[in-house]
């Protein structure tokens, strides 16, 4: 997996926070404790994006994941812009 650094300005008592949870936690790094909230806070949109769906299926039925149909829409966009840089 590449790695890239962002640098973030955070209040002291949210550092203290993180480094209280790399400690408890058992993290390697500061790092891996941010990398963690986001693995879970990505986890949790994902659920909530699938409880949305289901409550819109009218008839109970699965349909496709919402987030194949976004995958499904920019692949549609990207292909239509490459083909108007080519024609252009």
């Known amino acids: 997996m590449e790695s890239n650094t ?4 955070l209040p002291k008592a949210q550092v203290a926070w993180i480094r209280q949870r790399k400690d408890l936690g058992n993290f390697g790094s500061v790092s891996a404790v941010v990398q963690d909230l986001i ?5 949790a949109e994902a659920e909530g994006l699938r409880r949305t769906f ?3 299926q009218p008839d109970g039925v699965a ?8 995958v499904a829409l ?3 966009v990207k292909r239509e812009r490459l083909a108007h840089r ?3």
């Open 74 to 76: 920019c692949r549609k």
């Open 39 to 43: 693995r879970q806070a990505q986890a």
């Open 63 to 70: 349909g496709a994941e919402p987030t194949d149909a976004v």
């Open 86 to 88: 080519r024609a252009g």
């Open 6 to 9: 962002l640098n973030v300005s």
């Open 54 to 56: 289901r409550e819109l």
